[in-house]
């Protein structure tokens, strides 16, 4: 929709139309034409009017990582007046000239604030997961000199790389999350579909099928989500995998 103030708050909430402009294609909606906003994070149904919502406070409040994690990502800051604005980058001569002077004093490493060191696994477990890397490398005797040089040695700062254990409940939450997103955007934009499926077999021997479904959607940006990836087991008939897409 256009007129998005607040583009970090409304990344995470799906904004439902009134009634009479449910046929107005979504590119040239604006914030005034929507009667309700859902939370893509909790689901939460909020009543929407411009000015008068309490979708910004629901995100402070409930999802104030999110939030800050957005921001981060895309180097934007707030406003006085509570928009969103691009952060200088630039430093003051000053500054520099006072980095000058003390670049040989040996600055105290610092240990990272909770919040940073929740974005740092966040990050992680995204990695790992999105390209398929072992969760044991997170204690990988390699890895972890890497991190702590690049951090210590010369960011200065301190953080805990997690256990394998912890990892494993990161991608997990990441999972829930996305399966969330996924959820509300066939709800929004799938109108007509069609679903494929695939079957393989990895080197230990062991088959596997997955579901995944396709849509086009009104700007005609083609979608494709995998629904559900189940192992598959016994001799791959006809009966056995339609039983197993049925499901």
């Not at 919502?53 to 990582?65: D, G, I, L, R, W």
């Not at 994690?69 to 200088?88: D, E, F, K, P, S």
């Not at 559900?228 to 056995?240: A, N, S």
């Amino acid at each position: 929709m256009k007129s998005q103030k607040r583009r970090d708050v409304l990344y995470f909430a799906q904004l439902i139309p009134k009634q009479q402009f449910w046929e107005v294609p979504d590119s040239i909606l604006t914030n005034e034409q929507s009667e309700r906003a859902i939370c893509l994070l909790c689901e939460t149904t909020m009543k929407f009017r411009v000015g008068k919502h309490k979708t910004v406070e629901h995100m402070k409040e409930k999802h104030s990582t999110e939030l800050e994690m957005y921001r981060q990502q895309r180097n934007l800051i707030l406003t006085a007046g509570g928009g969103l604005q691009m952060q200088r980058t630039a430093r003051r001569l000053d500054s520099e000239l006072a980095y000058v002077d003390n670049s040989e004093k040996t600055v105290p490493i610092r240990s990272v604030t909770p919040k940073e060191q929740h974005q740092i696994n966040v990050l992680l477990a995204r990695w790992i997961a999105r390209h398929f890397r072992p969760m044991i490398t997170v204690e990988d005797e390699g890895f972890m000199e890497f991190v702590s040089y690049i951090t210590q040695e010369l960011g200065r700062v301190k953080l805990v790389l997690p256990n394998r254990a912890k990892l494993r409940s990161d991608i997990v939450a990441l999972a829930v999350h996305y399966r969330k997103r996924v959820q509300a955007d066939i709800q929004r934009f799938c109108l007509y579909y069609s679903l494929t499926s695939d079957i393989w077999t990895g080197r230990d021997g062991r088959s596997y099928i997955s579901l995944t479904i396709h849509y086009v959607m009104e700007t005609f940006e083609s979608r494709n989500w995998t629904l559900e990836v189940r192992e598959l087991l016994g001799i791959h008939t006809g009966t056995r995998i339609l039983v197993l897409q049925k499901q």
